[in-house]
């Protein structure tokens, strides 16, 4: 079994920043991508960022140059840095990670349960 807890999210004002934190735990033997997600009111879920095992990175052209994605692998987390935040980044975001766990000896793809990021206008 394993869960993904986002921490991080707030409300800021346009132009701040934030720093969301998303940590993996349970019976896990390796964790291959990980990424985040964004949703907001009307919209379908999209991709912010993506993080491969040996730190090989994809972002979504609304946020290059402004977001960083990394990752520690020693403590089974991924970070987004989010720069000079708009009110178009307003979303929760969500955390994604392929997995292999001890239990199943399979990758399967989780989610977190999302953190809202709300930036005012």
């Known amino acids: 079994q394993v869960q993904l807890v986002e921490s991080g999210g707030g409300l800021v004002q346009l132009g701040g920043s934030l720093r969301l934190s998303c940590t993996a735990s349970g019976s896990i033997y390796m964790i291959n991508a990980m990424g985040w997600y964004r949703q907001a009111p009307g919209k379908q879920r999209e991709l912010v960022a993506i993080i491969g095992i040996n730190s090989r990175t994809t972002y979504a052209d609304s946020v290059k140059g402004r977001f960083t994605i990394s990752r520690d692998n020693a403590k089974n987390t991924v970070y987004l840095q989010m720069n000079s935040l708009k009110p178009e980044d307003t979303a929760v975001y969500f955390c994604?990670?392929?997995?292999?766990?001890?239990?199943?000896?399979?990758?399967?793809?989780?989610w977190g349960q999302g953190t809202q990021v709300t930036v005012s206008s």
């Open positions: 994604n990670a392929d997995i292999f766990t001890h239990d199943d000896d399979e990758e399967y793809d989780y």
